[in-house]
T-cell receptor, first 114, second 115 residues
Framework: AQSVTQPDIHITVSEGASLELRCNYSYGATPYLFWYVQSPGQGLQLLLKYFSGDTLVQGIKGFEAEFKRSQSSFNLRKPSVHWSDAAEYFCAVGAGEYGNKLVFGAGTILRVKS | EAGVTQFPSHSVIEKGQTVTLRCDPISGHDNLYWYRRVMGKEIKFLLHFVKESKQDESGMPNNRFLAERTGGTYSTLKVQPAELEDSGVYFC?????????????FGPGTRLTVL
């Protein structure tokens, strides 16, 4: 069965520092991979996605992620974190016939200290 | 254009009571999905509507949960009777086609607390 693991429940970084959020997945075929962010009171917002091709994908808000098949990983990165990035981040894999049944990780809460 | 809306934003009920959650998708979106996040756990799929039909309800936990989408517009998710383990955040999402989740729009969620 498909699964997604986000090993870090909480991460705290200083404003301006770099960020990496880890995500490992288990999926039999080529995965469709996603990162979402949820700020308080808001819905889940798609940051970026990977379907195929270039393994380094760029997203919104300056985020990027790298797909590494050999490590079954899809880690999210940002070179310089802003206070407004404080939120909860979810990694997900698209399962099902159309890749449209999302299997999420448990989420990582990002705290940004000034 | 209005996004996906969910009502109420919060609900606190006693064990054994009934609660109905509502999701209004973006107008014209045939596909509607329900997900929930039980406290501290992963967000999990509940079911998928295409218009008023249940395309996939494999994630519904038990028969205390009833989802409807009469007329193919808004959807309701009723929990009757509610149990403590039903506490969590219930999300819905909508899309125009059944393809990639990159074209989904999520609502802000309803936080359900069962005491």
């Amino acid at each position: 069965a498909q699964s997604v693991t986000q090993p870090d429940i909480h991460i705290t970084v200083s404003e301006g520092a770099s960020l990496e959020l880890r995500c490992n997945y288990s999926y039999g075929a080529t995965p469709y991979l996603f990162w979402y962010v949820q700020s308080p009171g808001q819905g889940l917002q798609l940051l970026l996605k990977y379907f195929s091709g270039d393994t380094l994908v760029q997203g919104i808000k300056g985020f990027e992620a790298e797909f590494k098949r050999s490590q079954s990983s899809f880690n999210l990165r940002k070179p310089s974190v802003h206070w407004s990035d404080a939120a909860e981040y979810f990694c997900a894999v698209g399962a099902g016939e159309y890749g449209n049944k999302l299997v999420f990780g448990a989420g990582t809460i990002l705290r940004v200290k000034s | 254009e209005a996004g996906v809306t969910q009502f109420p934003s919060h609900s606190v009920i006693e064990k054994g009571q009934t609660v109905t959650l509502r999701c209004d998708p973006i107008s014209g979106h045939d596909n509607l999905y329900w997900y929930r996040r039980v406290m501290g756990k992963e967000i999990k799929f509940l079911l998928h509507f295409v218009k008023e039909s249940k395309q996939d309800e494999s994630g519904m936990p038990n028969n205390r949960f009833l989802a409807e989408r009469t007329g193919g517009t808004y959807s309701t998710l009723k929990v009757q009777p509610a149990e403590l383990e039903d506490s969590g955040v219930y999300f819905c999402a909508s899309s125009q086609d059944r393809g990639s989740p990159s074209r989904w729009f999520f609502g802000p969620g309803t936080r359900l607390t069962v005491l």
